[in-house]
């Protein structure tokens, strides 16, 4: 019995579609005895996998597989691992995803992890398991990570599977009504990912580890036929497309557009700024009417010299991303930008360029989505990480450590335990983002109502204006009469 574990994520009510898992589930089918496990909806996941594996046969191959991400996954993950190893030490348990592929070496130096799956998991899966039952040499698996009495030891990347040779995902292994939600796209969204990894380097992201720089694409025909199954088969009237990019090809993304033009359906996708800036106009009408209705982009900063450091690409700038929203606006599509403050070596300066440059953004497109983090180093190199270090700042070296209270705080990416972002500058930012999310109240807000809007914009706007934004205890008051949301990254 395989039992594919997805930790918990996000807050009840959110779940999104284990993607990963279902995709690992296409390959088993037909081919293994297998049980999906989703940590947001289970109470105690660890109960329900020990039952599970109790009561497979012991002359079965028994496996525990996880798909991990730093936060809160993570956190979910390591107690669940150690309680079935210490409870089942015959099973073995395989990480794959995110953390596992750039941390193999930390995750494998624990008593309770016994394989990583790096980048790419269903074909390294499928051969792992062949082995485990059959015999054979570990060492012949490509992407896996292991370990014996003479170390750890990672094996070479295996060449990448097409997505179109995958099997398509078995929703019908889940309950679609649990992973079905209402948001701003639709009243029932589901998601797809249509695409795995980037082709861009940029240094402050996990990514670049997981796909190295490749990119591997649905056909334009495949994801028509997802979306029109999400559609027909479940009701689906939005669908977010949970690509790491999905739009890295102007003509794959013009012909989607094309193909699911009838549907009448909402979508949501994340692309980069200077890929976006380079569509013609004609493709932007194509995905308006096709109903695009938010994409989300990394802006990052506010400074065209942190942009550089973080090795966001020639082309990236502060101007182009104004002239994108500019773009967006005439095209009814919302931009949802994210940014990430604080960069050593200057904190305080990178938060008031990139404050000030929110403020042009707002001017040029007031429906812009604004999210806010503080820099917390991901990827293993870069510029910006050997400034994090300078200060003081090492990654945890234990699972422990990483899965810890304090460092779970520093995975929130809100500034928390980072020795170079001194209280003010974490401060500044949370009063900022309070007043800019008065001013220019969230467009996601469904239940925010007009003369609630207007109030929150009359009481904000002489803050704004002066950019005074300490204390605002009146707008403090108001977020304790009637919550208004925070804007938060609609697809993750």
């Known amino acids: 019995m395989i039992v594919l574990y997805n930790p918990l994520s996000t807050t009840p009510g959110k779940q999104p579609l284990p993607l990963s898992l279902m995709s690992l589930a ?10 999906l496990v989703d940590g947001n ?3 105690d996941p660890s109960a329900v996998i020990l039952e599970i594996l109790r009561d497979a046969p012991r002359n079965e191959v028994n496996v525990l597989a996880t798909t991990v991400m730093p936060g809160p996954q993570l956190s979910q993950a390591v107690p669940v691992a150690r309680e079935v190893k210490s409870s089942l030490p015959h099973v073995p348990i395989v990480w794959g995803g995110y953390f596992p592929t750039q941390h193999a070496d930390t995750v494998l130096a624990s008593d309770f992890v016994d394989f990583v799956v790096r980048s790419q998991g269903e074909m390294a899966l499928l051969d792992l398991l ?31 599977t097409p997505l179109d ?11 679609m009504e649990d992973y079905l939600h209402a948001d701003y796209l639709g009243s029932r969204t589901a998601a797809h990912s249509s695409s795995f990894g980037c082709p861009f380097a940029c240094n402050f992201c996990a990514v670049v580890a997981m796909s190295n720089r490749r990119w591997l694409a649905q056909s334009s025909s495949r994801v028509e036929g997802a979306v029109r199954h999400l ?10 497309m949970h690509d790491m990019d999905f739009f890295v090809s102007e003509a794959r993304t013009a ?38 209705k938010m994409i989300f982009s990394g802006a990052e900063s506010g400074s065209d010299e942190t942009l550089a450091r973080m090795n966001k690409g020639g082309a990236a700038s502060t101007e182009l991303t104004l002239e994108l929203v500019r773009r967006f606006r005439g095209h009814g599509i919302v931009p949802e930008l994210s940014f990430v403050l604080g960069a050593p070596p200057d904190p305080e300066g990178d938060t008031r360029l990139t404050f000030e440059f929110i403020r042009k953004l707002k001017k040029v497109n007031p429906a812009t989505e604004v999210i806010l983090y503080l820099y917390t180093p991901v990827a293993l190199e870069g510029e910006l990480l050997e400034e994090a270090r300078k200060s003081g700042f090492t990654f945890p070296e234990t699972l422990e450590e990483w899965a810890s209270g304090d460092f779970r705080l520093v995975s929130l990416r809100r500034g928390e335990r980072l020795p170079w972002i001194q209280p003010k500058v974490r401060r500044r930012v949370r009063d900022f983002e309070r007043v800019l999310n008065a001013f220019y109240p969230t467009t ?21 204006a002066l950019e005074l934004y300490g204390g605002s205890y009146e707008l403090r008051l108001l977020q304790s009469v009637f919550r208004y949301q925070r804007p938060e990254t609609t697809g993750f």
Request: glycine share 8%; net charge positive; proline share 5%.
């Open 26 to 35: 296409a390959v088993l089918e037909g081919k293994e005895r297998f049980r």
């Open 41 to 43: 909806l289970e109470r």
């Open 130 to 160: 062949r082995i485990l039952r059959s015999g054979g040499a570990l060492s012949n698996v490509g992407n896996l990570s292991w370990k014996d009495e003479r170390g750890v030891h990672h094996n070479p990347l295996r060449p990448p």
């Open 165 to 175: 040779d995958l099997p398509d995902l078995p929703y019908h292994l889940v309950s």
């Open 231 to 240: 559609a027909r088969t479940y009701g689906a009237d939005a669908v977010q």
């Open 255 to 292: 012909e989607i557009a094309d193909r699911i033009a009838d549907l009448g359906i909402h979508w949501w996708g994340l692309g980069r700024v200077d890929t976006l800036s380079g569509y013609a106009e004609e493709t932007f009408r194509r995905m308006a009417r096709s109903g695009l």
């Open 444 to 464: 996601t807000d469904r239940k925010l109502t007009r003369p609630r809007r207007a109030l929150l914009r009359a009481a904000s706007s002489w803050r704004y």
